[in-house]
């Protein structure tokens, strides 16, 4: 059984969930031959994976990896062309799906740390750009290739690459379609940490179990605090969002009383399940 409140959605085709550490879901994609690329059923099922996650009061981070050399090659490109032949139904577009793209425009409440296995490509690599931690294995690349396909990458890494390294360099990236490497990324500050492949898994795991520690509530209002900070202009602007939800919420929960209380007696919090 899986340690949680409520079961998981049902994910038959394309994600397997395990729990490697307490409070922490791991999420592999699981499509190897396809270079784990998203179908439209695949993105309908990661979407209801991370609103179940969010609301999911035992679980406080999750890792995402992928199978075999790939992370992901993000949308299904063969089914998308098929999708815009003459005689489809233009709702039916991937590129028109509600689910499209879940990670990389995922807002959500708790932290997602990117295992980074092989090829981050496309989706694969809008996902990995907005993920909240990122390792990756010292042989993958990535990659935005939507303009060399006659398309874009319009699920939100853009502007967020622009946060992160800047505008020339999110440029040169962006435009250009070229690869790049681990060590690059990492150079950028897109990556946390490269390490060997075989552990990569491992190491995205340990940084969710140093997180998983800390009090739930305050995970979600930190993470709260520096997504404002990412997404809003004014620094301030950012602070006083976040002091009127995440924070108040906060301060009405059981486990910042119960953090206070146990650094009086000395000893370790004994958390209660997220309820912000």
Same mark, same amino acid.
């Given at each position: 059984?899986?340690?949680?409140?409520?079961?998981?959605?049902?994910?038959?085709?394309?994600?397997?969930?395990?729990?490697?550490?307490?409070?922490?879901?791991?999420?592999?994609?699981?499509?190897?031959?396809?270079?784990?690329? $998203?179908?439209?059923?695949?993105?309908?099922? =990661?979407?209801?994976?991370?609103?179940?996650?969010?609301?999911?009061?035992?679980?406080?981070?999750?890792?995402?990896?992928?199978?075999?050399? %790939?992370?992901? %090659?993000?949308?299904?490109?063969?089914?998308?062309?098929?999708? $815009?032949?003459?005689?489809?139904?233009?709702?039916?577009? =991937?590129?028109?799906?509600?689910?499209?793209?879940?990670?990389?425009?995922?807002?959500?409440?708790?932290?997602?740390?990117?295992?980074?296995?092989?090829?981050? =490509?496309?989706?694969? &690599?809008?996902?990995?750009?907005? &993920?909240?931690?990122?390792?990756?294995?010292?042989?993958?690349?990535?990659?935005?290739?939507? !303009?060399?396909?006659?398309?874009?990458?319009?699920?939100? %890494?853009?502007?967020?690459?622009?946060?992160?390294?800047?505008?020339?360099?999110?440029?040169?990236? %962006?435009?250009? @379609?070229?690869?790049?490497?681990?060590?690059?990324?990492? =150079?950028?500050? !897109?990556?946390?940490?490269?390490?060997?492949?075989?552990?990569?898994?491992?190491?995205?795991?340990?940084?969710?179990?140093?997180?998983?520690?800390?009090?739930?509530?305050?995970?979600? &209002?930190?993470?709260? @605090?520096?997504?404002?900070?990412?997404?809003?202009?004014? !620094?301030?602007?950012?602070?006083? &969002?976040?002091?009127?939800?995440?924070?108040?919420?906060?301060?009405?929960?059981?486990? $910042?009383?119960?953090?206070?209380?146990?650094?009086?007696?000395?000893?370790?919090?004994?958390?209660?399940?997220?309820?912000?």
């Amino acid at each position: 059984m899986a340690p949680t409140e409520t079961p998981p959605p049902p994910t038959p085709t394309f994600l397997k969930l395990s729990y490697p550490a307490p409070r922490v879901l791991l999420i592999r994609m699981d499509r190897p031959s396809a270079l784990n690329a $998203m179908s439209t059923a695949a993105q309908w099922e =990661m979407d209801a994976v991370w609103k179940w996650f969010d609301e999911e009061a035992l679980l406080s981070v999750a890792v995402i990896t992928g199978t075999g050399r %790939a992370f992901s %090659a993000g949308a299904d490109l063969k089914e998308w062309n098929s999708s $815009m032949s003459s005689d489809a139904d233009p709702g039916s577009r =991937m590129g028109n799906a509600p689910a499209f793209t879940p990670l990389s425009r995922r807002r959500g409440k708790k932290p997602v740390i990117a295992a980074v296995n092989g090829l981050a =490509m496309g989706g694969g &690599c809008e996902f990995v750009v907005n &993920c909240d931690l990122v390792v990756a294995a010292a042989d993958a690349r990535f990659a935005l290739p939507e !303009v060399r396909r006659g398309i874009a990458a319009i699920g939100g %890494a853009l502007p967020r690459l622009i946060r992160t390294v800047g505008l020339q360099r999110a440029s040169e990236f %962006a435009l250009t @379609g070229r690869d790049a490497t681990a060590q690059e990324m990492e =150079m950028w500050g !897109v990556v946390n940490k490269v390490v060997p492949r075989e552990r990569v898994v491992q190491e995205a795991v340990r940084y969710a179990e140093m997180i998983a520690r800390n009090s739930p509530d305050a995970i979600v &209002c930190t993470r709260a @605090g520096l997504r404002q900070g990412w997404e809003v202009a004014s !620094v301030e602007g950012a602070v006083e &969002c976040t002091l009127e939800r995440e924070w108040a919420e906060l301060q009405r929960g059981e486990n $910042m009383l119960e953090g206070l209380k146990a650094f009086a007696e000395k000893r370790e919090p004994r958390w209660k399940g997220s309820r912000l």
